[in-house]
C-alpha cells in the first residue's frame, strides 16, 4: 500500500495526504481516492477536495465519524493500482501579456531569482503544465510553477482584489484568476480571455489532467483577445 | 397564482440556503447561511424543507409588504418584528394578513437573523444551491421593489387577524454572549507550530472589523508562529479552520472561504461554534475553548436530534391545521437512528 498520512481535520472532515517521495504518484493516489468516492452516491463523504498530494474529505457529521470514514480512506487507497493508466487529456493554450500593468511583480520576480525579465517569461511560457487541481478562490488552475531555480515568495500584503485573468506563480506553483479575488501570488502577466462561465455547467473550461501552455503577446494584441473563452482543445 | 410579497425597503439581505456542499471540489467556496442552526429552524418552524431558500440579514433590517396570506419566521440574531407596528414573537411562526406590513427593525444581539416564507421563494441554483458567491457574482441580494411569489396557499384555519399568537413551539436559541466561547480541535498542522500552538486558548480576542462571511480577524491576543519551515504545496482547508497568517491577527475560516491555502492549519473550529462565530460583531470578543472531534460530534448530533424533534412537533400542529407539512419529511428522513457507522 502506498504510504500516506490521514489526519482528522476539524469535527467533520479528514485529511489525506500522500507520501511518497514521487509527487506525480502522489498527485495520482489523491485523485483517484477522490474518484473513488464521487463514484459512491448516497455516501455520507459530501465532498471531496484533491489538489497536489493531499485530500480533504468533508463528511456528514451526523451520519458518520472520523473512524468510519478513515476505514473507506484505507480500503480506497489499497485499491490503488499505481501509475500510468491512461486518461483523456485536453490542451489549453493561453496568450499572456507580460510585464507593466499587466504584470506589476514580473521585475520583483526577475530580480529575486537575478535573471532577466525576459528570462522570466521564458521559463514561463516554456513549459507545458498539467492542471492538478481547481483552487480557490474559484475553480483556479493549479499547476507545478515554472523551471525557476528556487521558490517564489508570497507578497508580504496580500492585495485586495486581483482581476480576473492574472497569471502569478508562488512557492512551485502557478496559476491564473479566473474571476476577482484577494491575492498573495506574485503577478507575472493578465490574459485578456474569459476563463469563469457561470452559465455554464462546467464553470471553468478545464478538469485535472488537462494541459495548459502560455504564449507571449503584445499589449497592443489584447484588444483582439478580449471577450474571447478559453476553450480547451481535444 | 397565491400572490407575492414585496420588499419595501432592504439593508444587507440575501437569499441563501444551507450552502453549495458540492462546490468545493470545483474549487469553489461552500457559502450558505452562515447560522445553520438557526437557518434550519427559520425553515422547519414554517414547514419547508431545512435547506429550502430563505433571507439572510447580516447586522441590518428589513420591511416587507405581503399582498396575500403568508405564514413566516425569524430566527437568528436579536431582533425587533413588528406587523403593521405590533411586535411579534421570533422564533415562531408568523401568519401574516394581505396588506400587513412587517417589520424587522435593529439587531439588538447577533449579526445575522433568517426570515423564512412557508413554501420558501425562488432563486437560482449553481451546483445544487442558490447560495450567494460573492466572487463569482451568482445569486440574489434583496433590494427595494423586488417581488417574491407566494409558492403555496394558506388555509383559512391560520387566520392572522385573530390577534393572538397561534404557536408556542419549544425552539432553544443561540446563547449570543457578549464573550462568546468557541470550541477548537486540534487542526491537522497544529504540530508546525510546536507549544505555542496552546497559546490561543485563555486569551479572549477581539473580532475585527474587516471580518466577513470569506473569515474573521481577531486581534489583541497571541499569533502563534510556525516553527517548521518549507515550501507548502497548497491544499484544501475545512469550514472553521483557524491559521496564523503574517501580521498580528489569527484568521478562521468560515463558509465562505477560498477552498485552497498554503497556510498550516493550527485548529479547527466546531461546526456549532461555526454558528456562534456567525452571530459575532466586529468590536465583540471570543475566547477558544480547547475541544476533541468526538465531543464536537456529539454536539452536533445533540443539536439535530432537538431539530428533528421540533419538525415532528411542527409537522403535527400544520397538519392538524391543514397547512402543508410535506416538505418537513427531508428532514425526517435523516433520522439519527439509522445513524450509519461506515
Known amino acids: ?93 493561453v496568450p499572456v501579456v507580460y510585464g507593466g500593468a499587466f504584470g506589476p511583480d514580473l521585475p520583483a520576480v526577475a530580480a529575486f531569482l537575478g535573471i532577466t525579465e525576459q528570462d522570466v517569461i521564458d521559463l514561463h511560457a516554456g513549459r507545458t503544465y498539467t492542471i492538478r487541481c481547481l483552487g480557490g478562490p474559484v475553480g483556479s488552475p493549479m499547476t507545478d510553477g515554472p523551471a525557476f531555480a528556487t521558490p517564489i515568495p508570497r507578497l508580504d500584503s496580500p492585495r485586495p482584489a486581483v482581476a480576473a485573468g492574472h497569471v502569478s506563480v508562488a512557492g512551485r506553483q502557478a496559476t491564473i484568476a479566473p474571476a476577482q479575488a484577494p491575492g498573495g501570488w506574485p503577478l507575472l502577466g493578465r490574459t485578456p480571455l474569459r476563463i469563469l462561465d457561470i452559465e455554464s455547467d462546467e464553470l471553468v473550461p478545464y478538469r485535472p489532467g488537462d494541459r495548459i501552455t502560455y504564449f507571449a503577446i503584445d499589449a497592443d494584441e489584447w484588444d483582439s483577445y478580449a471577450g474571447q473563452r478559453l476553450r480547451a482543445l481535444p | 397564482m397565491t400572490g407575492f410579497w414585496r420588499v419595501e425597503k432592504a439593508g444587507i439581505a440575501v437569499v441563501t440556503d444551507l450552502g453549495r456542499t458540492a462546490g468545493p471540489t470545483f474549487g469553489l467556496a461552500a457559502n450558505g447561511a452562515l447560522d445553520q442552526y438557526s437557518a434550519q429552524v427559520a425553515n422547519i418552524l414554517v414547514a419547508n424543507d431545512p435547506n429550502a431558500p430563505l433571507v439572510e440579514l447580516t447586522a441590518t433590517g428589513l420591511t416587507l409588504r405581503a399582498y396575500a396570506e403568508m405564514l413566516i419566521a425569524v430566527t437568528g440574531a436579536e431582533v425587533a418584528c413588528t406587523i403593521n407596528g405590533v411586535p411579534r414573537p421570533t422564533w415562531q411562526p408568523v401568519p401574516v394578513a394581505r396588506g400587513d406590513v412587517v417589520e424587522l427593525g435593529a439587531m439588538t444581539r447577533g449579526l445575522r437573523a433568517y426570515l423564512s416564507v412557508h413554501g420558501s421563494l425562488d432563486a ?98 497571541p499569533v502563534p508562529r510556525r516553527v517548521s519551515s518549507g515550501e507548502i504545496l497548497s491544499r484544501a482547508v475545512p469550514i472553521g479552520a483557524v491559521e496564523a497568517p503574517p501580521g498580528d491577527e489569527l484568521l478562521v475560516l468560515h463558509r465562505g472561504r477560498g477552498v485552497t491555502a498554503g497556510y498550516p492549519v493550527l485548529g479547527v473550529v466546531t461546526s456549532t461554534s461555526l454558528d456562534t462565530l456567525a452571530q459575532v460583531r466586529p468590536g465583540q470578543q471570543v475566547r477558544f475553548r480547547h475541544t476533541d472531534v468526538r465531543t464536537a460530534i456529539d454536539r452536533k448530533r445533540g443539536e439535530h436530534r432537538r431539530i428533528l424533534a421540533l419538525a415532528d412537533r411542527v409537522g403535527n400542529a400544520f397538519t392538524s391545521l391543514g397547512i402543508d407539512a410535506s416538505q418537513l419529511a427531508h428532514a425526517l428522513d435523516h433520522p439519527l437512528s439509522t445513524t450509519v457507522r461506515n
Open chain 1, 1 to 93: 500500500m502506498m504510504p500516506v498520512a490521514i489526519a482528522d481535520c476539524g469535527d467533520s472532515s479528514l485529511r489525506l495526504t500522500a507520501t511518497s517521495g514521487d509527487p506525480e504518484q502522489n498527485w495520482e493516489l489523491v485523485h483517484h481516492v477522490a474518484r473513488w468516492f464521487t463514484a459512491k452516491p448516497g455516501s455520507a463523504v459530501h465532498c471531496v477536495v484533491p489538489t497536489y498530494d493531499s485530500l480533504l474529505i468533508e463528511f456528514d457529521m451526523v451520519r458518520a465519524d472520523h473512524d468510519g470514514v478513515r476505514g473507506q480512506v484505507r480500503l480506497a487507497v489499497s485499491e490503488f493500482a499505481g501509475r500510468g493508466a491512461p486518461r483523456e487529456s485536453r490542451r489549453l493554450s
Open chain 2, 124 to 221: 437560482p441554483y449553481l451546483l445544487g444551491s442558490c447560495a450567494l458567491d460573492t466572487v463569482i457574482g451568482f445569486g440574489l441580494r434583496l433590494r427595494a421593489g423586488d417581488e417574491f411569489a407566494l409558492r403555496r396557499a394558506l388555509p383559512s384555519a391560520v387566520n392572522p387577524h385573530l390577534g393572538v399568537s397561534l404557536f408556542d413551539f419549544p425552539t432553544a436559541r443561540p446563547a449570543l454572549a457578549e464573550v462568546a466561547t468557541i470550541d477548537v480541535t486540534d487542526g491537522p498542522d497544529i504540530a508546525e507550530f510546536g507549544p505555542a500552538a496552546t497559546t490561543v486558548f485563555g486569551t479572549p480576542y477581539t473580532v475585527s472589523p474587516v471580518s466577513n462571511h470569506i473569515g474573521l480577524r481577531l486581534g489583541g491576543g
